[in-house]
C-alpha cells in the first residue's frame, strides 16, 4: 500500500498553462505539505496545512494555489507556468507537524 | 528563523566510514533529522534526535549536542548503495514547517 501518492509523476506543459498536481496519504496523518527541489537539489517547503487549513505559506507566487478538500488530500495548482516553475514537487505528511515526515515519490514538472 | 548548514559534497570508500556535519540555529529547537535521498528518489526518513548523545541504528548513527547547536550522522561499513543526498533537517516550533539543509551528497567509490 502506497503511504504517499502523488499525480503525475511526470508533468511536461507549455508555458502560460494551468496544471494541478494531486496528493493523497492514507496514513491518517493531520498535516500535509508541498515541497520544491530545484536542479540543484534544494529542498524548499511551499505550503503546509493542518487538517485542512493552511498554516504555511512561504513567499510562493499567488500563481500557486494549494487546496484541501479533506485531511487526507492536499492538491497544488499551478496558474501561468513560467520556465523558472520546472523542478520536483515533493507531496509529504506527518502526524502532527513536528514528526518525521513521509514523501510522496514526487512530481517532475519541465514547463517549456 | 532557522539556519542549517552541511557540507555540499563528501566522497569516501567503499567499507569505510564517514561522517556528515551539520549545524544549525533555530528560534526554537524541537530536534534534529536526517534524510536519506536518492537521485530520483524522495527522501526517507533515517533518524531523529531530540536528546545530546548517540543514537545507534545499524550502519547508520546520529549524533546531536544542543549547546553546540551540532549534529553528525556517521555512516559505517560504506556501501555503494550509500551514495545518496543527506538531509539535515529542524522541525520548527510552529508546527508543519521543517527547514531542511541543502543536502550533502555524498559518493562511495570502490
Known amino acids: 500500500d502506497t503511504a504517499v501518492s502523488q499525480t503525475p509523476k511526470y508533468l511536461v506543459t507549455q508555458m502560460g498553462n494551468d496544471k494541478s498536481i494531486k496528493c493523497e496519504q492514507n496514513l491518517g496523518h493531520d498535516t500535509m505539505y508541498w515541497y520544491k527541489q530545484d536542479s540543484k537539489k534544494f529542498l524548499k517547503i511551499m505550503f503546509s496545512y493542518n487538517n485542512k487549513e493552511l498554516i504555511i505559506n512561504e513567499t510562493v507566487p499567488n500563481r500557486f494555489s494549494p487546496k484541501s478538500p479533506d485531511k487526507a488530500h492536499l492538491n497544488l495548482h499551478i496558474n501561468s507556468l513560467e520556465l523558472g516553475d520546472s523542478a520536483v514537487y515533493f507531496c509529504?505528511?506527518?502526524?502532527?507537524?513536528?514528526?518525521?515526515?513521509?514523501f510522496g515519490p514526487g512530481t517532475r514538472l519541465l514547463v517549456l | 528563523g532557522q539556519n542549517i548548514d552541511q557540507p555540499t559534497e563528501m566522497t569516501a570508500t567503499e567499507g569505510a566510514i564517514v561522517q556528515i556535519n551539520c549545524t544549525y540555529q533555530t528560534s526554537g529547537f524541537n530536534g534534529l533529522f536526517w534524510y536519506q535521498q536518492h537521485a530520483g528518489e524522495a527522501p526517507t526518513f533515517l533518524s531523529y534526535?531530540?536528546?545530546?548523545g548517540l543514537e545507534e541504528k545499524g550502519r547508520f548513527s546520529s549524533f546531536l549536542s544542543r549547546s553546540k547547536g551540532y549534529s553528525y550522522l556517521l555512516l559505517k561499513e560504506l556501501q555503494m548503495k550509500d551514495s545518496a543526498s543527506y538531509l539535515c533537517?529542524?522541525?520548527?516550533?510552529?508546527?508543519?514547517?521543517?527547514?531542511f539543509g541543502d543536502g550533502t551528497t555524498l559518493t562511495v567509490k570502490p
Open positions: 533537517a529542524s522541525p520548527h516550533t510552529n508546527a508543519g514547517k521543517s527547514t
Open positions: 509529504a505528511s506527518s502526524e502532527q507537524g513536528q514528526e518525521t515526515q513521509y
Open positions: 534526535n531530540v536528546l545530546d
